[in-house]
């Protein structure tokens, strides 16, 4: 996170979404805070947003959805919101660097 650099977000091809604190000792287990899964397929992209330090967007290139999770909430293991935006996949999704709250997607649909 931008805004809390010992907060890392991995997403992973299994579907998963995996925290950690990297202040925490070396022991890879302890490091973890949690882990969800957060899409149908796996994580393509995940962005933390600039302007809020506990909340990130994930998405991907095989479900078509977009997630926005709120890391205060996250042992919930409930997202803040699902959009599903796309038949074939979001490739990326960006958090505005100059607006709070805006975000923009890519998509590999063809119209």
Known sequence: S???????AVG???RLLNIYDVRADSHAQSRATGSIVAHNKGV???????????RLVTCSRTDGRIVMWDLR???QKK????LNTSRRGVL????SPAQSGQLVTVSSDEY
């Open 79 to 82: 997202p803040v919101l699902t």
């Open 44 to 54: 393509s992209h995940l962005q933390f947003d600039p302007f809020h330090p506990d």
């Open 73 to 75: 909430y996250f042992t």
């Open 2 to 8: 931008p805004l809390r650099p010992f907060v890392l």
């Open 92 to 95: 990326r999704a960006e958090w």
């Open 12 to 14: 992973t091809s299994d």
